[in-house]
């Protein structure tokens, strides 16, 4: 079985990448502390805030810089991990990350605020979010956007602001864009993981390999040529991402069904305690609130 060494350290760790990663960092850290007074209304940055946003910025670079992303391309279980966790884990800790006075400022441009205010709209985010995940998961569909840099690329940010819009209805930090609470969220978290069912269904129950971007030869070398370079690959000779793994292709191709949903739901399960747990302590301030309204009675004027 080869190795993922004979693509080279250019195409493992993407250092071109992880340079526009560190300048999106610096940018940060540039508008956040130093040019922060330039903004109104705008406060420190806090330690979480901070950490949030790093940790978002090196799990983009962990599946799209890193080695991960090499093996996505050669077993589709692989892709199905840092797919998941582009839009479902990613966008809650990028936004998070950002601060409410620095959203405020971006959304203060009118065409952006007009997207935004459309698109966080529940029920157009959870439809469309879903609808994208499951068009990209479309065979022929992938396959097509595989062979093409800037389809894959465009594509996977499509997906990106479209899971940032279903993550805000869930996790706004601005209290003016907060559309629902309590059950509203659960109905919301219900809806997302019986939508995006279909999609891993197809994966897991089809009996054979569903994606020509790892059986078909020609495909497959087309993409491989994009990921690591037409002369790094042709000077390999390879034929096939069988080289690469012992695991056969509809077992790989299941397995990949099967990590999506499972990550989507432990997720969904995190998110869901943490809502029944504000609304828990919110039943319970609400309760104390009125049995002191009811022991200690405001003396009538």
């Given at each position: 079985?080869?190795?993922?060494?004979?693509?080279?350290?250019?195409?493992?760790?993407?250092?071109?990448?992880?340079?526009?990663?560190?300048?999106?960092?610096?940018?940060?850290?540039?508008?956040?502390?130093?040019?922060?007074?330039?903004?109104?209304?705008?406060?420190?940055?806090?330690?979480?805030?901070?950490?949030?946003?790093?940790?978002?910025?090196?799990?983009?670079?962990?599946?799209?810089?890193?080695?991960?992303?090499?093996?996505?391309?050669?077993?589709?279980?692989?892709?199905?991990?840092?797919?998941?966790?582009?839009?479902?884990?990613?966008?809650?800790?990028?936004?998070?990350?950002?601060?409410?006075?620095?959203?405020?400022?971006?959304?203060?441009?009118?065409?952006?605020?007009?997207?935004?205010?459309?698109?966080?709209?529940?029920v157009i985010a959870v439809l469309l979010f879903?609808?994208?995940?499951?068009?990209?998961?479309?065979?022929?569909?992938?396959?097509?956007?595989?062979?093409?840099?800037?389809?894959?690329?465009?594509?996977?940010?499509?997906?990106?602001?479209?899971?940032?819009?279903?993550?805000?209805?869930?996790?706004?930090?601005?209290?003016?864009?907060?559309?629902?609470?309590?059950?509203?969220?659960?109905?919301?978290?219900?809806?997302?993981?019986?939508?995006?069912?279909?999609?891993?269904?197809?994966?897991?129950?089809?009996?054979?390999?569903?994606?020509?971007?790892?059986?078909?030869?020609?495909?497959?070398?087309?993409?491989?040529?994009?990921?690591?370079?037409?002369?790094?690959?042709?000077?390999?000779?390879?034929?096939?991402?069988?080289?690469?793994?012992?695991?056969?292709?509809?077992?790989?191709?299941?397995?990949?069904?099967?990590?999506?949903?499972?990550?989507?739901?432990?997720?969904?399960?995190?998110?869901?305690?943490?809502?029944?747990?504000?609304?828990?302590?919110?039943?319970?301030?609400?309760?104390?609130?009125?049995?002191?309204?009811?022991?200690?009675?405001?003396?009538?004027?």
């Open positions: 079985m080869l190795t993922l060494n004979i693509f080279g350290f250019k195409a493992l760790w993407s250092p071109y990448f992880l340079l526009f990663l560190l300048a999106v960092i610096a940018a940060y850290f540039l508008i956040t502390i130093k040019l922060r007074t330039k903004f109104q209304g705008s406060e420190p940055l806090t330690v979480k805030q901070a950490s949030l946003f790093l940790t978002s910025m090196a799990i983009l670079y962990a599946i799209k810089g890193s080695p991960l992303d090499l093996m996505g391309h050669l077993m589709f279980w692989v892709h199905g991990i840092t797919m998941v966790i582009l839009v479902l884990l990613l966008p809650p800790l990028f936004i998070k990350g950002i601060p409410a006075w620095l959203w405020r400022s971006i959304l203060k441009i009118n065409v952006l605020n007009a997207l935004f205010n459309l698109f966080t709209k529940p879903n609808g994208l995940f499951s068009f990209y998961h479309i065979p022929l569909i992938f396959d097509h956007i595989m062979q093409n840099r800037f389809y894959h690329g465009g594509y996977s940010f499509l997906l990106f602001v479209a899971a940032i819009c279903m993550w805000w209805s869930l996790i706004s930090p601005l209290p003016e864009y907060k559309p629902l609470s309590g059950i509203k969220k659960v109905a919301f978290l219900f809806a997302n993981s019986m939508l995006i069912t279909p999609a891993c269904a197809l994966i897991i129950f089809s009996d054979s390999s569903l994606y020509a971007t790892y059986h078909d030869p020609e495909v497959w070398g087309q993409v491989m040529s994009l990921c690591v370079g037409s002369s790094t690959f042709s000077n390999l000779n390879l034929s096939g991402p069988e080289l690469f793994s012992s695991m056969s292709l509809v077992d790989d191709q299941r397995l990949g069904g099967v990590v999506m949903k499972i990550i989507q739901e432990i997720i969904y399960a995190v998110v869901l305690a943490q809502v029944f747990f504000e609304w828990y302590r919110k039943d319970q301030e609400d309760s104390e609130r009125e049995m002191n309204h009811f022991l200690n009675p405001t003396p009538a004027e």
